[in-house]
């Protein structure tokens, strides 16, 4: 980069904290530019129908208000305590963001980001060495009509979160087998059973795969489709020992997680329902002939082998970041979570404890390595699935505090 010019920054992902990030850089008169590969909040139109369990005091920064007031003074959010789905979310804040003056031009939709490499470096050439930052990264790029190009940055800013990449559904979490095959036949990600993938779902055999917060929340709307079209049939399956699936944080301030933890839990363990419930299981294969054609799956139910024959199979097994994006890059990877290292390795001190109650884990633990390469969002979790809005805004301040060198910078602040 010459000489008193701004650094280029590229924010990869244009989630709630690419485009956070990127209006902060913004404020700060940083040059900028934000790749997203699909629209605007894309994963979280994924999972659209899903209400957050955090309110939306907590999912908006003042920055961000601010920014959409001052284009539309009488734009109205939803009130602070108000927990609002994921639709409503990009609705009332992701959506005018993205439109607000401050951003203009800075946003490139349907652009996705292939690959980012070091000019001149190779990722074993210099290691750690602050002459790698003396070049700009490359980001090699693909349009929605499929044409490729390489443009240059500075700064990275890695925030493509995880909701992209699935787990595996089989034991110590290859695939099972046969999975491969039938991957294009498998709901990973959270499908709206009440509203556009009702036909899909109601009326049919259902195993469901998984003892987290989404496995939750489609157990809850399946019961619900249940209740509506009374031959739906769920089974629920679940590696855990536990016979109540879903952990309840005790005295949980957050009232939407804990409602949705009782509702699952007690469609597991009641007998009268439309939910059968398998705990201890791991699945061994898979097998379908094709879309609507049915499939059978074979698992170990308490050591028992035990074979169903439904419908549908959803897996809620959780997801992983897409580590390939910087492959030519030098970034240390926690080999449990594949989660940047020291970021990783502070969360640890934090094992087991309740997402609300982790601090900010400090500007330092967001460095790699590579130099002015920063994994910001969910996706610096990695597999770990504790992350919350509020510490990714916290990490694009802290971010930008090293990337300005002003340790009082607080834009959040200043509102
Ligand atoms: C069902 C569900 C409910 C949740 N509820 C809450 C909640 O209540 N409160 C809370 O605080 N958190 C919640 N979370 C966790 C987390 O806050 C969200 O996942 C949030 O969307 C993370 O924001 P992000 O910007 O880090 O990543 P994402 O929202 O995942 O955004 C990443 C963006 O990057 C884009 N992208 C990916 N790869 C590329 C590429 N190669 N090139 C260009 N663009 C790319 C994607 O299209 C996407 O738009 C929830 C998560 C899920 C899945």
Same mark, same amino acid.
């Given at each position: 980069m010459p000489k008193n010019e701004q650094p280029r920054i590229a924010v990869l992902g244009a989630g709630p904290i690419g485009l956070e990030a990127a209006l902060y850089a913004r404020r700060l008169d940083l040059p900028i530019t934000v790749y997203e590969r699909g629209r605007i909040g894309e994963h979280m139109h994924r999972w659209g129908h899903v209400r957050l369990f955090s309110p939306f005091g907590m999912n908006s920064t003042p920055l961000g208000r601010a920014a959409i007031q001052a284009d539309k003074s009488k734009h109205e959010f939803p009130t602070e305590t108000d927990c609002t789905t994921g639709r409503e979310h990009i609705a009332a804040y992701l959506e005018p963001l993205a439109k607000c003056d401050a951003l203009a031009n800075c946003l490139r939709t349907e652009t996705q980001v292939l690959a980012i490499g070091r000019r001149g470096f190779l990722k074993h050439e210099e290691p750690g060495s602050a002459k790698r930052g003396q070049q700009p990264f490359r980001l090699l790029l693909r349009d929605k009509k499929g044409a490729e190009r390489s443009e240059e940055a500075d700064i990275v800013l890695d925030c493509t979160g995880t909701y992209g990449r699935h787990r595996w559904? +089989?034991? +110590? +979490?290859i695939p099972a087998a046969g999975e491969l095959a039938a991957e294009p036949q498998i709901a990973y990600q959270l499908d709206d059973v009440l509203g556009d993938r009702k036909a899909h779902y109601a009326g049919k055999t259902i195993v469901l795969i998984g003892s987290g917060y989404s496995a939750a929340t489609t157990v809850c709307n399946l019961a619900a489709l249940g209740d509506q079209v009374v031959e739906t049939w769920v089974i629920w399956l679940a590696r855990t020992t536990r016979s109540q699936p879903i952990p309840r944080v005790a005295g949980d301030p957050l009232k939407e997680r804990d409602r949705l933890a009782v509702k699952a839990n007690t469609l597991a363990t009641r007998s009268d329902g439309n939910v059968e419930f398998h705990p201890q299981t791991v699945i061994e294969a898979i097998e379908t002939a094709g879309p609507d054609k049915g499939f059978k799956v074979s698992a170990r139910c308490a050591g028992k082998v035990r074979t169903f024959e439904p419908d549908r199979v959803i897996a809620h097994v959780g997801y992983t970041p897409d580590t390939d994006l910087y492959r030519e890059l030098q970034i240390h990877e926690?080999?449990?979570?594949?989660?940047p290292m020291s970021l990783a390795a502070s969360l640890l001190k934090h094992a087991g404890a309740d997402c609300l109650s982790i601090p900010s884990q400090g500007a330092?633990?967001?460095?790699?390595?590579?130099?002015n390469f920063y994994i910001l969002g969910t996706k610096s979790y990695g597999r770990n699935s504790n992350f919350l809005l509020r510490a990714g805004f916290e990490q694009i301040r802290e971010v930008f505090t090293l990337i300005s060198g002003k340790s009082e910078l607080d834009l959040y602040k200043k509102r």
């Open positions: 559904l +089989g034991d +110590g +979490g926690c080999y449990a979570s594949l989660g330092a633990t967001l460095r790699n390595p590579e130099p």
